[in-house]
C-alpha cells in the first residue's frame, strides 16, 4: 500500500490489506492531526484498504478520526467533529460548515446581500473554502490575492486562486507586492525589531484595507478560523496584551478615518473542518507550510491548544466565544485600544493610531517599515531608494 505524506512530502509502502488506522498506527502518526484521503474521498480510521490501494495524508490540526455513521441521513460518515459530539457524511458535512458561517454572519452581523465583499484569498484551504462559501450562499464577493515573492510558495498559491476564480467567473484583483511597493517579504528577513511574519502581516492589512477603500468594497473578509483566533486570544493573554485584546474581534466596524469593516466569518469553525471541506468540495489548495514561517509562537499556541482539545474537546470554541460573549464585548466595549488618536499618515494618508508628537508628522507603521526594508535592498543591490 502506498502511503503519501505532506509537509513534509515523502512516500511510505506499508503491507495491505488493512485498516487506516493501523496504517496511522505503523507509521506513528496520530489520526487527530491528519486528512486520510483514497480515490479523492476522505475516509475514515475504519475502513480496510487492499494492498494496491493508494493514501494521502494531509495535516492539519484539530479534530479526529470518527465514527462510521453520519448523525443527520445515517450514511456513511466521512469526518467528526468532536466538540459537537457530531460524525457527518459529505453532503451533510457541508451544511454543517454552512450553517456555522451563517451563525456567524447574523450574530455579528457581518455583512448583507446588498454589501459589496473583498474576500482576501491567500491560496490556503481557509480563504479559498471561505471565498467559495460566500459565492455559494449568494454573496457578492470578489478576490484579491496579494503576491509575496516567496519563490515557488508563491507561484503555486497564485496559480491555485487564479484557477478558482476562472472557475467560478469571478472577479479577482492581483497585487504584486515588490512591483507596487518595492519589496517582497524575504527581503525582510533578517530585520531589526520586526520578524518576517510580523512585515508580511502588516503588508497583508495594509495593501487588503488599501484596496477595499480604493474600489469602493462595503466589506472585507478574511479566512482566520476557530484556531487561529483561539490561539491569538492564548498569546495576547500570557502577555497581558490588553490593547491587542481590545481590538481583537470578529467583526471590526469602518471609520470615518479611512479604515475599512473587517470580518471573520469562519471563527466557529476549526483547520481540520477547512480542510475537509476543500476536499469534499474539490477546492485545490496549498498543503504546505510557508517555508518562512519557521519559529512563529502562533504554532506554538495552537499546538497547546491542541494538546486541550484532544482531552477536552471544545475548548478552543469555549476559550474564544467566552471571550467574544463575556469580555471583549464588555470590558473592551467602549475601550480605546492604544489610548491614541487616529490620524493621517504623512506618507500615504491612510489612518495610523501612532500618537501626535509636537513638530513630528505621524506616519504609520506600513510606510515606516517599507522605508527600512527598501532602503536595506537598495543597500544591498548598491542603489539609493528614495522615500515613496
Request: proline share 4%; hydrophobic share 40%; glycine share 10%.
Amino acid at each position: 500500500m502506498k502511503v503519501v505524506l505532506r509537509n513534509p512530502s515523502r512516500t511510505e509502502v506499508v503491507a495491505g490489506p488493512a485498516r487506516v488506522g493501523d496504517v496511522l498506527d505503523r507509521l506513528a502518526i496520530n489520526p487527530e492531526t491528519v486528512l486520510v484521503i483514497h480515490a479523492g474521498e476522505l475516509v475514515t480510521k475504519d475502513l480496510v484498504l487492499a494492498d494496491d490501494a493508494e493514501l494521502e495524508v494531509r495535516p492539519v490540526i484539530s479534530g479526529g478520526a470518527g465514527p462510521a455513521r453520519c448523525q443527520q441521513c445515517r450514511g456513511t460518515a466521512v469526518i467528526e467533529v468532536q466538540r459537537h459530539h457530531a460524525a457527518y457524511c459529505a453532503e451533510h458535512f457541508v451544511d454543517h460548515v454552512r450553517t456555522q458561517v451563517r451563525e456567524a454572519i447574523d450574530r455579528h452581523r457581518m455583512v448583507s446581500y446588498n454589501d459589496r465583499i473583498l474576500v482576501a484569498v491567500s491560496g490556503g484551504k481557509d480563504s479559498l473554502a471561505l471565498w467559495d462559501l460566500l459565492l455559494d450562499m449568494g454573496y457578492r464577493a470578489d478576490g484579491l490575492y496579494l503576491g509575496l515573492g516567496i519563490g515557488e510558495y508563491s507561484d503555486h498559491s497564485g496559480r491555485l486562486v487564479a484557477e478558482y476564480a476562472a472557475t467560478r467567473d469571478a472577479a479577482l484583483h492581483t497585487v504584486d507586492l515588490a512591483d507596487e511597493y518595492g519589496y517582497d517579504i524575504p527581503d525582510a528577513t533578517g530585520m531589526r525589531n520586526r520578524s518576517s511574519c510580523g512585515v508580511c502581516g502588516l503588508s497583508k492589512r495594509y495593501v487588503f484595507n488599501r484596496v477595499a477603500l480604493e474600489h469602493g468594497y462595503d466589506v472585507m473578509a478574511t479566512g482566520h478560523n476557530l484556531d487561529d483566533e483561539a490561539a491569538q486570544l492564548l498569546g495576547n493573554v500570557l502577555r497581558w496584551q490588553t490593547p491587542f485584546m481590545a481590538r481583537q474581534s470578529v467583526a471590526l466596524p469602518a471609520t470615518a478615518d479611512g479604515l475599512a469593516r473587517k470580518v471573520k466569518p469562519l471563527y466557529r469553525l476549526g483547520e481540520r473542518e477547512m480542510a475537509a471541506y476543500c476536499v469534499i468540495r474539490g477546492l485545490e489548495y496549498v498543503v504546505e507550510e510557508c517555508p518562512m514561517v519557521g519559529g512563529n509562537t502562533v504554532l506554538r499556541y495552537k499546538a497547546a491548544l491542541n494538546e486541550l482539545e484532544r482531552s477536552s474537546p471544545g475548548t478552543k470554541a469555549q476559550f474564544l466565544f467566552g471571550f467574544l460573549d463575556r469580555v471583549q464585548s464588555t470590558h473592551f466595549a467602549n475601550a480605546d485600544p492604544a489610548g491614541e488618536e487616529l490620524v493621517a499618515c504623512s506618507g500615504c494618508g491612510l489612518p495610523t493610531t501612532r500618537p501626535r508628537q509636537a513638530g513630528v508628522a505621524p506616519v504609520c507603521a506600513f510606510c515606516r517599515t517599507r522605508e527600512r526594508v527598501v532602503k536595506s535592498v537598495g543597500r544591498r543591490d548598491g542603489v539609493t531608494v528614495a522615500r515613496p
